[in-house]
């Protein structure tokens, strides 16, 4: 199965600074049809996950620009540029190239 | 507008089966698929299966042998049953969409139901 592996496990931002969070596949998530398929979701505290980022760069509807996605292979990052108040809660990252799919482990983003 | 809902109980004893109900509205099940995700309080999140848009499954190879997802088109629900559970399967269970190319991306979730492993 894949692995994924996020770091930090927890970060402390200050409002308006900017946020980074790594993501990290035992395998490379391209799939046989040029395709990544390497997506972000956010679980505010209390609420089901949300999607952020679909395909490494793609914002889903609605999501801020402030969310930016990158990355290829084996190695991807979410940036998360003027933090917000409402930005806090746990960021996954999921693989849906290989079966089964799988999750990172989560960071934890916390205002300081 | 696409919704989905899931219902089951909240109180299972171990080693008997659960049974989860995800009733959707706003979409089809011939056109759409949909997964199952788990978190046990204070964890993180784990896939454990999806039913395809053309009835296949796929399943998490962690609890492959426990699982089955199953679903009645005409009613809009999709099913999860999972045996012989144990206490590590006390979580909040969602059901969610997938959207998009393979395995796709995750657009609708369920508000989830709590299920507690204990006697």
């Known amino acids: 199965d894949v692995v994924l592996t996020q770091t930090p496990v927890s970060l402390s931002v200050t409002l308006g600074d900017q946020a980074s969070i790594s993501c990290r596949s035992s395998?490379?998530?391209?799939?046989?049809?040029?395709?990544?398929?390497l997506e972000w979701y956010l679980q505010k505290p209390g609420q089901s996950p949300q999607l952020l980022i679909y395909?490494?760069?793609n914002r889903f509807s609605g999501v801020p620009d402030r969310f930016i996605g990158s990355g290829s292979g084996t190695d991807f990052t979410l940036k998360i540029s003027r933090v917000e108040p409402e930005d806090l809660g746990v960021y996954y990252c999921?693989?849906?190239?290989?079966?089964?799919?799988?999750f990172g482990s989560g960071t934890k983003l916390e205002i300081k | 507008q696409v919704q989905l809902k899931e219902s089951g109980p909240g109180l299972v004893q171990p080693s008997q089966t659960l049974s989860l109900t995800c009733t959707v509205s706003?979409?089809?099940?011939?056109?759409?698929?949909v997964s199952w995700i788990r978190q046990p309080p204070g964890k993180g999140l784990e896939w454990m299966g999806v039913?395809?848009?053309?009835?296949?499954?796929d399943y998490n190879s962690a609890i492959k042998s426990r699982l089955s997802i199953s679903r009645d088109t005409s009613k809009s629900q999709v099913f999860l049953k999972m045996n012989s559970l144990q206490t590590e399967d006390t979580a909040m269970y969602f059901c969610?969409?997938?959207?998009?190319?393979?395995?796709?991306?995750?657009?609708?979730w369920g508000q989830g139901v709590m299920v507690t492993v204990s006697s």
């Open positions: 999921f693989q849906a190239t290989h079966d089964p799919l799988t």
């Open positions: 395909e490494v760069s």
């Open positions: 395998q490379s998530l391209e799939y046989s049809d040029g395709y990544t398929y």
């Open positions: 969610a969409r997938n959207l998009g190319g393979y395995g796709g991306y995750l657009d609708y």
């Open positions: 039913i395809w848009s053309n009835g296949g499954t």
């Open positions: 706003g979409l089809s099940l011939t056109s759409n698929s």
